[in-house]
């Protein structure tokens, strides 16, 4: 965990409890005491979350404040920002078309759009959809408290060089998004919001999905960013973006998941396309299907999406071959909710606990001289297999600065497996350094073991 959140966690809660909001229930379940101490960890004011198994809501709760100014309580109606988690909305709306005839995902998107510059020339539909376009991951020209029209942002992007030739990797765009609202315009003649509440909001019952709007919307959350250790109120950006169109609740959010888990039953074949990674020509598939990430944990199928905005994070977990749901939005903009959905996991799949580590470290039994390497080694053990694991070195000096950092990637760990891991460090001046190591699942995510101070240093 990095040490800002440790340095600010405590006012951010303080203030929390201050307004009387955070109070435990008499017989709170183990789930709930694990969300709200992981709250006060992260600083954050408010959440909402949807547990569903096997298509029936398990749990559905609400903690904390959606509004600290009026004392709001978060509750699973309350309607925050969902950000990137909106991308599946409009690739579900894209596969749509598709399947009407109206597109094809392997068309190329200078059949749909104008003026595209020669460099978009061979860029497909899926390509956008599965972020592997090279089309540069943000906007020239997003003005994010001005209404703009999609074709406006894409034109933007035209002079804009591409990342790589169309195909060849995986970065994540949110032009790309912007890109298939317009497909969606073009080829249907009506505005892309009102045909993504008629093509999926409609059938799956959602009954308060949106589109982010200045007007007045009954139950918003208020957003809140972490600023020099206090919280305040975030930016309120009030442009619809493609890329993050919608606001949602936790309820609402559960009617689509159980919407998509009864298509799958009526159409595996198409399902499965879905979630079907594409070919990349090192011979890697890419990391995101057709609007979701696709993606392992422990081993288990593991479909995703997070989104971020000023003020709101939020995450979806489904484990499909687990019939496992975890949805959570909150009102925090910096909060790891992602790593928080997949502990909460583990409560309900006894397979998908995270691991747990037991640590030590083997320094040099005196002072090491500045300008020469010194080894810092980690004794580890993992308490279950741990696939893919990031170890992350992190030394601080006696004035609370981060001097040093050094990432091991791809970890595998088998259960009860000891070993020992080296670092190389070489100081640079004479001081006192401490030593953190925190260990990770892939992609940092989640958190499996934090050891702070678990070493001194003194270099001459």
Do not use: C
Not at 4 to 24: D, F, N, P, Y
Not at 92 to 108: E, H, V
Not at 126 to 137: A, F, K
Request: charged share 20%; net charge positive.
């Amino acid at each position: 965990m990095p040490r800002s959140w440790r340095t600010i966690r405590k006012s951010v809660w303080a203030l929390v409890l201050a307004l009387g909001i955070a109070t435990l229930p008499a017989r709170a379940a183990p789930v709930d005491d694990y969300i709200r101490s992981e709250m006060r960890k992260m600083g954050i004011p408010g959440l909402s979350i949807v547990v569903i198994r096997d298509r029936k809501i398990v749990k559905i709760a609400g903690y904390g404040s959606a509004n600290l100014e009026t004392r709001t309580p978060a509750t699973p109606d309350s309607i925050y920002k969902i950000a990137s988690l909106s991308k599946p909305f409009i690739a579900s709306a894209i596969l749509d078309l598709a399947a009407d005839r109206k597109i094809g995902l392997d068309d190329r998107i200078s059949q749909h759009l104008t003026g595209t510059p020669d460099s978009w020339k061979d860029i497909t539909i899926r390509q956008v959809l599965t972020h592997t376009s090279g089309i540069p991951r943000d906007p020239n020209d997003y003005r994010p408290y001005q209404e703009q029209k999609p074709m406006a942002v894409i034109a933007s992007a035209y002079t804009l060089p591409l990342s790589f030739q169309p195909g060849e990797k995986f970065l994540y765009s949110n032009v790309g998004y912007y890109i298939l609202a317009q497909i969606i315009e073009n080829a249907t003649g009506a505005p892309w919001e009102g045909f993504v509440a008629a093509r999926v909001f409609k059938p799956a019952g959602l009954q308060v999905t949106r589109p982010l709007t200045a007007a007045i919307v009954p139950d918003r959350a208020a957003g809140y960013d972490q600023v020099d250790g206090r919280l305040v109120n975030a930016e309120n950006w009030i442009a619809s973006r493609p890329s993050a169109a919608f606001l949602s609740s936790v309820r609402d959010l559960a009617r689509w998941d159980i919407f998509l888990d009864e298509q799958r039953s009526r159409s595996p074949v198409f399902w499965e396309q879905t979630r079907t990674l594409p070919m990349l020509p090192n011979g890697r598939t890419g990391q995101y299907g057709l609007g979701w990430y696709v993606e392992t944990y422990l081993g288990h199928a593991r479909i995703h999406h997070d989104g971020q905005y000023p003020g709101f994070r939020s995450t979806w977990e489904r484990f499909e071959d687990d019939k496992l749901t975890i949805i959570i939005l909150t009102n925090s903009g910096q909060a790891p909710v992602e790593s928080l959905a997949l502990k909460v996991a583990g409560f309900y799949v006894p397979a998908l606990v995270a691991p747990t580590f037991n640590t030590g470290v083997n320094l040099p039994t005196s002072s090491v001289a500045s300008g020469s390497p010194v080894t810092i080694g980690f004794t580890l053990r993992a308490g279950k297999a741990a696939p893919k694991s990031v170890l992350e070195l992190e030394i601080w000096d006696s004035e609370n600065k981060a001097v040093y950092k050094q990432i091991k990637s791809g970890q595998d760990f088998a259960a009860g497996e000891d070993r020992r891991i080296d670092f190389q460090w070489t100081p640079a001046k004479p001081g006192k350094y401490w030593i953190n190591l925190g260990i990770y699942g892939p992609k940092f995510t989640p958190s499996y073991a934090w050891s702070e101070h678990i070493g001194t240093l003194t270099v001459n």
